[in-house]
């Protein structure tokens, strides 16, 4: 890994002396945030502003601009948060502006049928898996990028939330943007006329159940929906479960989350049904149809007496794909671990992370569950943010 270590050992101590330095929430890539700008008008509607501008350092050991430059700071996105409320009704959505594109991360209406449930509609919030996130710090976790986590679609959810259970409903009719909009917050699967691909995600179904103890929770996910494929106009299949687990005790927080996945599309004739195209963030890749998965992530809270840091908080998120079929350039596993912490001061949240990977999308890897005779990569990421 060349000299890679001592550069993020160096990297991590160099923000801990700087003022500026910040942490976020534990769980997820960046949490809503409301702001505190506040209208009211005579129909008692409230307006609440919120939003983020971060900037981001990247290093690949295994680029070789990367290594010559020591690694590249971009300006990532300005986004704003925005939420509602109308008598009965609130609204919330969120929009992002990178440097290249912008999309909407989630716009939904809601409604609350009693003090402990209530009916979202629009593009909302898929329940699967650990909620929110089921990872912890900025990279989220490998099932990010299949979709499985942190995945926002249109359609219609109702939800139900008391001391010991928590229970979602979900129809989505289609992914958040045209299936050939490949500029999307989640990963969805899309079409690529270039590389022959016309599948596209719709009529979803999504069943949560979880069951909430004292400080641990548990609880079960179903998925299940169709595949439209534009040039045949049939219709396949795709399908997720997912047995999760939290649990927090003292400063120590853990999420371990095991299933399945598989997408049955109907492609044309002689064309290769083991894998589908994956695409988000203006980019596409491969990933196997059908694997198994395992998450275990562990966080902990850490004291400190350093001035600077109001908050800070250490983790390690570890993912494992596995494929269940083979075919030609099909069926290696999957292997993606973050290292990092979190820091915050007053309105800046900083993320530092190590992410490694074996043939994983976006740590040196062709996809997911492809063919990849590469060993461990690894990229050091640093993102700095001023929320409001």
Same mark, same amino acid.
């Given at each position: ?96 502006w990178y440097s290249e594109f912008s999309m909407p991360e989630y716009a939904y209406m809601s409604f609350d049928l009693t003090d ?101 929770? $548990? @609880?079960?996910? %179903? ?12 219709? *396949?299949?795709? =399908? /997720? ?97 973050? $290292? @990092?912490?979190? %820091? ?12 490694? *990977?074996?043939? =994983? /999308? ?27």
């Amino acid at each position: 890994m060349k000299n890679i270590f001592p550069l993020f050992l160096v990297v991590i101590m160099s923000l801990i002396t700087v003022d500026s330095i910040a942490t976020t929430q534990l769980a997820g890539l960046e949490k809503p945030v409301s702001g505190n700008l506040t209208v009211e008008d005579s129909l008692k509607t409230n307006l609440n502003i919120g939003g983020a501008v971060r900037v981001n350092y990247s290093y690949k050991e295994y680029d070789k601009q990367s290594e010559s430059t020591l690694g590249s700071l971009e300006f990532e996105l300005f986004r704003l948060n925005v939420t509602s409320e109308v008598g009965q009704f609130k609204l919330f959505a969120q929009y992002r502006w990178y440097s290249e594109f912008s999309m909407p991360e989630y716009a939904y209406m809601s409604f609350d049928l009693t003090d402990k449930s209530e009916i979202q509609l629009g593009l909302n919030k898929v329940p699967f898996g650990v909620l929110p996130y089921s990872s912890f710090g900025y990279w989220e976790s490998i099932l990010y990028h299949l979709g499985l986590e942190d995945d926002n679609d249109l359609g219609l959810k109702y939800s139900y939330a008391d001391e010991q259970w928590d229970i979602d409903l979900g129809f989505y009719k289609n992914s958040e943007l045209s299936s050939a909009n490949h500029a999307r917050y989640s990963f969805d699967v899309v079409t690529e006329v270039e590389k022959n691909e016309f599948n596209h995600e719709v009529n979803q179904f999504n069943v949560r159940v979880q069951k909430n103890y004292s400080n641990t929770s $548990l @609880g079960f996910s %179903l998925q299940h929906g169709n595949l439209f494929n534009e040039q045949t106009s049939e219709t *396949g299949k795709h =399908s /997720a479960y997912a047995a999760h687990l939290t649990s927090s005790y003292d400063n120590w927080h853990v999420q371990f989350e095991l299933g399945s996945y598989q997408y049955k599309p109907k492609n044309q004739q002689g064309q290769d049904t083991n894998k589908v195209l994956i695409g988000a963030f203006d980019n596409t890749f491969y990933v196997a149809s059908k694997a198994d998965f395992y998450l275990f992530n562990v966080s902990r809270d850490i004291e400190t007496s350093i001035n600077a840091i109001d908050k800070m908080s250490c983790y390690n998120n570890f993912g494992v794909i596995k494929p269940k079929r083979s075919s030609p350039g099909i069926g290696n596993t999957t292997l993606q671990n973050l $290292l @990092g912490c979190t %820091l915050k001061t007053d309105a800046i949240t900083t993320y530092v992370e190590l992410i490694s *990977g074996v043939n =994983s /999308a976006f740590v040196n890897g062709p996809g997911i569950g492809l063919i990849d005779d590469k060993s461990w990569s690894h990229r050091i990421n640093i993102n700095v943010g001023y929320y409001f």
